[in-house]
Nanobody, 119 residues
Framework: QVQLVESGGGLVQAGGSLRLSCVAS????????MGWYRQAPGKQRELVAR???????NYADSVKGRFTISGDNAKNTMYVQMDSLKPEDTAVYYC?????????????WGQGTQVTVSS
């Protein structure tokens, strides 16, 4: 198993910033990529941003130019810096990891961290 632990959520005013962190632990799996997803009440979970172990990133259109994803392979940690936050960014943010072991692919999720942006 790969355990993912998120931190950094909270309440912030519109226009403010937050940085989320996700620490991955667990042996015998090779992590290919990690990402942040979010789910607002009554909505489906959606991709926010992803980063591969080669440092290739992609973002949802709604966060481009405002969010920056990064990773520290040595610390098995992924971050997302969220700037210019909007009320519509309010959601539970989940860390996700795509990993492989012995020829099989696996998907792991963190428990989620709440981000609330007040207007």
């Amino acid at each position: 198993q790969v355990q993912l632990v998120e931190s950094g959520g909270g309440l912030v005013q519109a226009g403010g910033s937050l940085r989320l962190s996700c620490v991955a632990s667990g042996s015998s799996f090779s992590i290919y990529s990690m990402g942040w997803y979010r789910q607002a009440p009554g909505k489906q979970r959606e991709l926010v941003a992803r980063i591969t172990n080669a440092g290739i990133t992609n973002y949802a259109d709604s966060v481009k130019g405002r969010f920056t994803i990064s990773g520290d392979n040595a610390k098995n940690t992924m971050y997302v810096q969220m700037d210019s936050l909007k009320p519509e960014d309010t959601a539970v943010y989940y860390c996700n990891a795509q990993a492989g072991r012995k020829g099989y692919d696996y998907t792991f999720w963190g428990q989620g961290t709440q981000v609330t942006v007040s207007s």
